[in-house]
């Protein structure tokens, strides 16, 4: 799927190597205008440096500060707030990472943080089923960046065309957690943390330890 924006998914190590439900990676997948650059220090990264300093590129971090701009509060029709856009790309960067990673990334990355900021009101609860989120409004990555792609289309800045499909691939995925735990009453990433379901009702998925929706602290 197309989109103007491009979403560049800041992937904490960790996530990167051992995470195999991560749904950045689904995200990436389904997007064509869309990257992943592991790692935890990011301001000398050429990669990062190479988009920032671009000057048909307008970098901005998703991180819900309180100074960031928040677009789902934007009425239609009203010019954004990011002085200097105009024609430029808006690039995205999001920390993909647990709570705490995603914190380690911020102090190793300060450079991240003086970036323009923008944030969103999610318009639904996560819908994660596999996993528990520490809050209602904290989400998963696919679901932040559905959330962030609509409340760019309503702002104007893009294109959103197929609404159904990130959210779609996502409950796919945990589908066929399920199914793969329900037939396997012990799946390998559960034997070596002590888990199994051998006291579980059957049907029904274990739960994960609280993660937020990766690369989205806070309100995301």
């Known amino acids: 799927m197309q989109t103007r924006t491009r979403i560049v998914l800041l992937m904490h190590t960790m996530e990167y190597k051992y995470q195999r439900t991560g749904t950045g990676r689904l995200a990436v997948l389904n997007l064509a205008n869309a990257e992943i650059i592991p790692g935890v220090a990011f301001d000398q990264n050429r990669r990062v440096r190479a988009l920032i300093d671009d000057p048909h590129n307008y970098p901005v971090l998703l991180y819900p500060s309180p100074d960031a701009i928040n677009i789902s509060e934007i009425p239609a029709g009203q010019e954004f707030p990011l002085p200097g856009l105009g024609e430029r790309q808006l690039v995205v960067f999001l920390i993909d990472a647990t709570w705490r990673c995603a914190h380690k990334v911020l102090k190793e990355s300060p450079g991240l943080l003086t970036l323009p900021k923008l944030k969103f009101q999610p318009q639904t609860l996560s819908r994660w089923i596999i996993k528990r989120q520490p809050h209602d409004y904290c989400l998963s990555t696919i679901e932040s960046i559905h959330e962030l792609l609509l409340a760019l289309e309503r702002a104007g800045l893009d294109r959103y065309p197929d609404k159904e499909r990130l959210l779609s691939v996502f409950m796919k995925m945990q589908d066929y957690q399920i199914e793969r735990t329900i037939e396997n009453h ?18 029904k998925a274990p739960a994960a330890a609280p993660r937020r929706g990766p690369g989205t602290p806070a309100e995301h």
């Not at 012990?186 to 049907?203: K, M, T, V």
Request: no cysteine.
């Open 186 to 203: 012990r799946p390998r990433h559960l034997e070596n943390g002590g888990g199994g379901l051998r006291d579980r009702p059957a049907g």
